[in-house]
């Protein structure tokens, strides 16, 4: 008796499973032909229209305030210099202050401190990219002796990635035809859509430059930035 209880409530235990499976195949789109997975990839270019640049001071004084106070003065002259070239607040952004104590090392004596050097940078983006020389100039008149960059990008990329995801699906749907030719069949419809990945104009890592106020005029050329998108996509052929 007692296996017949177990062997019943076993039964009673499978029957919502089976429901479930039964239910799945149920929403299962059927496919009565071949399916076909292709990947395609679609890309635009455009001209970048952002500059990013590093811009900083750095001082070195016998003492820690000198050191700080000198940073500071010229630090304040090369914010002035950006806001009068027309940069505005949004796009000045403080990314680094640090002071720190210089020795001299001599072998088989203890180190002894000759001074303090400062630091101040900010990234400055440059919407007008054909003024970033004349601007970086500016900068180093008025006292900037460190520049990082420039690193130049696109500000809003989406509509050129959408140019170039609908390039992809019109390059995955021409694969598609020429394989039902090939195969003396034909494109009946496209089950599904994935995006695998975009590549947005990221900028490149800034490089660093001592600036001296001597420099010759500076040019930016800002040339083009590829945008590419890529799909996966399954066709059915019949």
Do not use: C, H
Not at 6 to 20: V, Y
Not at 169 to 180: F, H
């Amino acid at each position: 008796m007692k296996s017949a209880w177990i062997g019943l409530a076993l039964s009673a235990a499978g029957l919502p499973g089976t429901a479930q499976a039964q239910q799945a195949v149920a929403f299962a789109q059927p496919i009565s032909g071949t399916r076909l997975e292709i990947s395609a990839s679609g890309e635009t270019v455009r001209v970048p229209d952002v500059a990013i640049v590093s811009a900083g001071v750095v001082t070195r004084a016998a003492t820690a305030r000198a050191a700080i106070q000198q940073n500071a003065a010229r630090m304040e002259r090369v914010r002035t210099a950006l806001k009068r070239a027309g940069v505005a607040d949004r796009d000045i952004q403080t990314s680094n202050i640090s002071l720190n104590p210089d020795y001299r090392y001599v072998q088989d004596q203890a180190p002894k401190l000759t001074g303090y050097t400062a630091s101040n940078q900010v990234n400055v983006r440059f919407r007008d990219v054909e003024r970033t020389g004349d601007i970086l100039d500016a900068l180093v008149a008025e006292g900037a002796n460190q520049i990082n960059g420039p690193s130049l990008t696109i500000d809003k990329p989406e509509e050129a990635m959408d140019e170039a995801r609908t390039k992809a699906l019109a390059a995955g749907r021409a694969r598609a035809e020429l394989y039902a030719r090939s195969l003396g069949m034909r494109v009946t419809r496209l089950l599904a859509v994935s995006e695998g990945g975009g590549n947005y104009p990221v900028p490149p890592p800034m490089v660093m430059m001592e600036a001296r106020a001597q420099a010759a005029s500076t040019k930016i050329d800002p040339g083009e930035q590829k945008v590419q998108a890529t799909l996966s996509m399954v066709f059915e052929l019949q």
